[in-house]
């Protein structure tokens, strides 16, 4: 930001904001081509950097001057754990029997081991916490559901996972950890209690439900996904672009199975909601899809939306219609909710 703020400042430098970065690199090669100079473009790590790949290739095949500036970027292999022995099950259990206070937290690895989750918390009474990318895998409105944790995560999920004695990451063992565990009960040989570990959670739920400031009539943010999230009865299939818009959907609408909700996170990359959007709609034909979407993340792909049904909500009091009459219009429909710019800058000062 600071970079950008100083060059459309700068009186030497001619600079133009570009939308995507794939539009930049190719406006700065356009530029090469058209002057003699290289032309030089900047983007941001990551998501902004890789955008910029199809430019450098094509910089290359046409040997056209080009300096393209990018933040660092960070490398990293991922890899599936191995399932557990038996006898790392065992010590698991083992806690599980000793410890008063648990959570479980889960990610994306366990979206296929949803029922083998809630059958593991139906025994044991665990709290589970989840990341952005695990939303869905247990139900955001359980009772036991602490919702998301981290940094816009939610105050208790927060809470829990400081205060826990243990942390039950659940993936591959969520695969042979059950049958123990109903052996065990089934002998009588399982002792938990966490009633009062419950309590204390119970008291931070009261203490700092989800909430949200309202800015007078007009929209907040997360009014309208608690909206959406009524008016659809928790069904929709909902995807997203990248930052604010992307929290605020994750705070606020309540999952409740895995694979409803489709996110960029790791790269954050700009302009994922939309075509993702497509195809979700694509992967579940008959179910309801909504991108929630920032105007800068939709910019990227918006060529993907064309000649379709549109309305603008600009007061709080017009949210729940509007998103009525987009729910029950057939096909695309896009609807362009306004919402105040102190909302954002409400929730930086707030971080
Ligand atoms: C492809 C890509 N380019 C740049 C970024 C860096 N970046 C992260 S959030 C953001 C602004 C997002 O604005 P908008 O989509 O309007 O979301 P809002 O903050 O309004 O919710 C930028 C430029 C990124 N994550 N991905």
């Known amino acids: 930001m600071e970079i950008h703020q100083v060059l459309t400042q700068s009186t030497t430098i001619c600079n133009v904001l570009c939308r995507y970065e794939q539009g930049e690199i190719f406006a700065a090669e356009g530029y090469a ?15 902004g950097a890789t955008n910029l790949v199809s430019g450098f290739a094509n910089a290359l095949l046409n040997s056209l001057p080009l ?37 479980s937290y889960v990610g ?50 927060n809470y829990a996972m400081d205060k826990r004695l ?28 966490y009633s009062a570990w419950r309590a204390e959670l119970k008291e931070q739920k009261m203490k700092f439900p989800l909430s949200f400031k309202s800015f007078g009539g007009v929209i907040s943010p997360q009014y309208a996904v608690h909206v959406l999230d009524e008016l659809t009865n928790l069904d929709a299939i909902i995807t ?11 705070q ?50 918006i060529q993907e939306c064309f000649d379709i049904p549109a309305a603008r909500a600009t007061k709080k009091s017009g949210v729940r219609d509007a998103i009525q009459k987009m729910l029950e219009t057939p096909g695309p429909y896009l609807l362009d909710v306004i919402v105040p710019h102190q909302a954002l800058v409400v929730e930086h000062l707030e971080m």
């Open 166 to 193: 243990i942390c039950c990451l659940l993936s591959t063992t969520l695969k042979g950890i059950s049958p123990l565990l109903k052996g065990r009960n089934a002998a009588g040989k399982l002792n938990v209690d």
């Open 33 to 47: 081509r058209v002057s003699g100079s290289p032309g030089v473009c900047i983007a941001t790590s990551g998501p």
């Open 108 to 157: 994306g690895g366990c979206l296929n081991s949803s029922p083998k989750l809630h059958q593991f918390v139906e025994l044991t009474e665990i709290p589970v916490a989840s990341t952005l990318i695990g939303l869905g895998v247990y139900s955001s409105s359980d009772e036991l559901s602490l919702r998301m944790l981290g940094m816009h995560g939610i105050v208790y999920a």
């Open 240 to 250: 997203t672009g990248v930052c604010q818009h992307q929290m605020w959907a994750a």
């Open 252 to 301: 606020w609408y309540n999952f409740k199975r895995p694979r409803q909700w489709g996110t960029s996170g790791g790269l954050g990359a700009m302009g994922f909601g939309l075509p993702a959007a497509i195809g979700a709609a694509k992967a579940s034909p008959g179910s309801t899809v909504v991108d929630i979407d920032g105007d800068g993340s939709f910019h990227m792909n």
């Open 67 to 103: 300096v393209a500036l990018t933040g660092q970027l960070h490398g990293y292999l991922s890899c599936l754990p191995k399932p557990p022995e038996f006898s790392q099950l065992e010590h698991i259990l083992r806690l599980v029997n000793e410890s008063k206070k648990h959570v």
